[in-house]
């Protein structure tokens, strides 16, 4: 009962055209039956789907893998194996709330496209100057630099992970210049 709920509000909140779904579309430049099949799954899936779908760069057959990786989605969240819609709600809200702070509508589609965790240290960190002219660049100018040192915090951890390193050697690691981490 609770996820048909949670299920319907999420639905309520979801506007007539969901700029994010319209980028993603156009992103992946999906043809008319792929779009309303996107269209037509549950807000909590498609919402997830635009976040989190990253093929690699040789995928032969997007629309597969994006079915499949949607099947994937649906099959976690009717069987609870999901974060829980209440934090996907909240990550929604989060969303709104900050695009309506900083009036940056245009950056609405990349910005519901980054990865969650990305797009949660864009949202607490971002902290412009009053004089910022253009309040779109510089947030994509931001979510870059954060999605870049992301990148490279996992990269370090898996090589860490990979090596067996210690504590101490990752404050020593993390204490070298970036072109030499890079």
Known sequence: RLFAF??????????????????????????????????????????ALVRDFQ????????????????????????????????????????????????????????LSALPLDVQQRVIEEFHPNDDTLNMNGRLKSFARSVEAAQRGTNALSNFMSAWGLTEGSHQLLMSLPQDVLD
């Open 55 to 110: 093929p690699k760069e040789d995928t032969h057959n997007l629309i597969g893998r994006l079915k499949a990786f949607a099947r994937s989605i649906q099959s976690r969240y009717e069987n609870g194996e999901a974060a829980g819609v209440r934090g996907i709600w909240v990550a929604s809200r989060r969303l709104e709330d900050f695009i309506r702070r900083w009036n940056v509508e245009d950056s609405r589609g990349w």
């Open 6 to 47: 949670a299920r319907s509000v999420i639905e309520k909140l979801q506007a007539e055209e969901d700029p994010a779904l319209k980028a993603f579309i156009e992103k992946w430049q999906l043809e008319d039956a792929e779009a309303a099949w996107i269209k037509s799954l549950p807000p909590i899936v498609s919402s």
